[in-house]
């Protein structure tokens, strides 16, 4: 058996340093071969740079995924193709740089395919078919891994939804990302991929889904926009961890992760 644990959206510093303090000993009590972190909004809630980027592999995370904000830090697009052990939606034009998916090898030699996907429907960027992204991907690189685990970073539940029906059978694990809010239907799919809507965020949940809730309150209430600063309190982290039968290349189990500070 292998175990993948998934977190959620990091989101801000207090996102980050809960995640650094906790990983190894996540780690070490899931069991988890391998740890995925979405850090999309790892640096002051938009975005990711690569000092924070190396931080998270040094605390633990094998792969980091990003997602609609990847470009919000400025420099970023020089710094990526630098950085090994993150990737950029696979479904963003060809030109943009980064990889578009990681290979993590366990000790035993077990080979996960990871790669991200953007949603269309609700979603400010332009990219391309998650659907029709995946579905060439998983094919070009048959043979090249064991198991794959698709995250797809979208707004609508449906598509997210259709999207792990889409390739159940093909991953042993699709998870999805983007909301900051963690759903309760994780869920085995009848070919064997293990499902989540959305896996939730790492980071302050006292305010609205990572934000200073006053601020986000006045803008609702007078139409104003105003800068939303990360909340502080409440601070947690939520994820997907997920359990595969390496030899059939199926999710037998699959439950929902939290830890509160």
């Known amino acids: 058996m292998k175990k993948i644990l998934f977190l959620g959206d990091v989101v801000g510093a207090a996102g980050r340093k809960f995640l650094y303090e906790k990983l190894a000993e996540i780690r070490a009590e899931t069991q988890a071969d391998f740890i995925i972190v979405n850090g999309e909004n790892a640096a002051a809630g938009s975005g990711i740079n690569a000092s ?7 605390a633990g995370a094998d792969a980091i995924t990003l997602g609609d904000h990847v470009w919000d830090q400025r420099g970023f697009e020089t710094e990526l193709p630098r950085l ?21 090898t366990a000790p035993d030699g077990f080979r996960l395919l990871v790669f991200t996907v953007l949603g269309q429907t609700f979603m400010r960027a332009r990219c391309g078919c998650p659907f029709r992204c995946a579905d060439a991907l ?7 891994f064991d198991a794959a685990f698709v995250e797809i970073h979208a707004e609508a ?4 939804i259709a999207f792990g029906r889409f390739l159940d059978g093909r991953a042993v694990g699709v998870v999805g990302s983007h909301t900051h809010v963690a759903t309760a239907d994780e869920q085995i799919l009848p070919a064997g991929t293990a499902y989540q809507t959305d896996a939730g965020m790492c980071g302050p949940h006292s305010g609205v889904i990572g934000r200073d809730a006053d601020a986000v309150l006045k803008s609702f209430l007078d139409g104003r926009p105003r800068r939303f600063e990360i909340a502080e309190g409440d601070v947690r982290l939520n994820g997907c961890l997920i359990t595969c039968d390496e030899t059939q290349k199926k999710a037998v189990a699959v439950a929902r992760f939290s830890l509160v500070r």
């Open 52 to 58: 924070i980027a190396r931080e998270l592999v040094a």
């Open 157 to 160: 539940t449906s598509e997210k």
């Open 138 to 144: 998983l094919s070009r690189l048959a043979g090249t």
């Open 84 to 104: 090994e052990k993150i990737c950029r939606p696979a479904n963003l034009p060809e030109e943009n740089p980064g990889a578009p998916f990681l290979t993590l």
